[in-house]
C-alpha cells in the first residue's frame, strides 16, 4: 500500500482563493485588511519567511506593513513600534519574526502584541483561550494541519493521535486543537521512552521536533494519518522533514510530503487568522457606529 499524499500546496490554493474573496469583500465595506510584518536582525531563514508573507498578503487582497530593524533596535524601540501598531486601525495582524536578537526578550514582545491582533495565537491570553476551547486565532501552523484532516475527510472524534514535539508553536497546541476535536491524545518528544509503542497504536501521528528520520516505517501502524512538521536537510543538502518519508509513505493511509505539505498551509492559515481579526473590526466597528 501506497499512502495517498495530502498536497499541501494544492489546499493552500483553494483556501487562499476564498481568503481573496473576504478581503476583496472588506476592502469594498472600506476595511481593506492589513498584516504588518516586524523583521529585526538580519536572520536569512526569517528574511526568507518574511518575504514569502509580505507576498502571499500582497496576492490575495491584503495589504501589508513591512518594518525591517537592524539587530541594533533596542527592546523598547521595539515595543514602542508595537504600540503604534496596536493602536493602528488599518493594522488587523501582526507577526514579529522569530528568532528575535539576544538582547530582547521575545516574550515580553509577543505580550506587547494586542491579543486581538496576534494572529500567530502565540500570546499568553490567546494560549489560555485555546486551552479552554475558546480560541481567538489558532495558531498558524496546527490550524492548517487541522483543515488537511478536514479536506481529507479524516476522522479525528475517537481516533488515537500522537503528538511528537511539545513546542509552543506547534506540539502543545496541535494537541489542544485534536483533543477538542475528541481525539485521545498522546503527547511524545524527543526524550520519550519506547516511542515507537505510543506510535505503532496511533491512527494519526504529528511529528514536529526537527530531526531527521525521527519516524520510520516500522513504527507506524498500517494506514495511519502521518503529518510531517519537520524542516531539515539530508545529506545531499535537500529539504526534508522529521520522517522517513521513502519507508513511512508504503505503511501509512495519508502522508503529507517535505517540502509541499504542511510549509505552505502555514502562511495561509496566518491570512485566514489576519482575515477574521478584519472581519471582527468591521462588526466592532459597526457595533459601535
Known amino acids: 500500500m501506497t499512502a495517498q499524499l495530502i498536497d499541501g500546496t494544492a489546499l493552500s490554493k483553494t483556501l487562499r482563493t476564498d481568503v481573496a474573496t473576504r478581503a476583496a469583500a472588506l476592502s469594498a465595506r472600506g476595511q481593506q485588511p492589513g498584516l504588518a510584518v516586524v523583521l529585526v536582525g538580519e536572520n536569512p531563514a526569517s528574511e526568507v519567511y518574511v518575504r514569502n508573507k509580505v507576498k502571499a498578503c500582497l496576492d490575495n487582497g491584503l495589504h501589508s506593513v513591512f518594518d525591517r530593524f537592524p539587530s541594533t533596535l533596542t527592546e523598547s524601540e521595539l515595543l514602542a513600534r508595537i504600540d503604534d501598531l496596536n493602536n493602528d486601525p488599518n493594522v488587523h495582524g501582526i507577526l514579529v519574526q522569530l528568532p528575535l536578537p539576544k538582547h530582547i526578550d521575545s516574550h515580553k514582545v509577543i505580550e506587547a502584541i494586542s491579543p486581538a491582533k496576534d494572529v500567530d495565537g502565540f500570546s499568553l491570553e490567546n494560549a489560555g483561550a485555546l486551552m479552554t476551547g475558546k480560541p481567538l486565532f489558532r495558531p498558524c501552523t496546527p490550524y492548517g494541519i487541522m483543515k488537511m484532516f478536514e479536506a481529507h ?42 516511542l515507537a509503542t505510543h506510535t505503532r497504536a496511533a491512527d494519526i501521528v504529528v511529528v514536529a521536533t526537527g530531526r531527521r528520520n525521527m519516524l520510520t516505517a516500522d513504527m507506524v501502524k498500517p494506514g495511519a494519518t502521518v503529518i510531517d512538521v519537520g524542516m531539515n536537510r539530508n545529506d545531499q543538502g535537500k529539504l526534508c522533514g522529521d520522517v522517513d518519508f521513502a519507508g513511512v509513505k508504503e505503511v501509512a493511509g495519508f502522508i503529507t510530503p517535505v517540502p509541499g505539505g504542511v510549509g505552505p498551509m502555514t502562511i495561509t492559515m496566518l491570512l485566514v487568522n489576519t482575515i477574521e481579526a478584519a472581519e471582527r473590526a468591521m462588526l466592532q466597528d459597526s457595533g459601535a457606529a
Do not use: Q, W, Y
Open 153 to 194: 475527510g479524516i476522522a479525528l472524534e475517537g481516533a488515537n493521535a500522537v503528538v511528537i514535539g511539545r513546542s509552543n508553536i506547534v506540539g502543545k497546541p496541535m494537541a489542544m486543537l485534536l483533543i477538542e476535536a475528541g481525539a485521545t491524545v498522546t503527547v511524545a518528544n524527543s526524550k520519550t521512552r519506547n
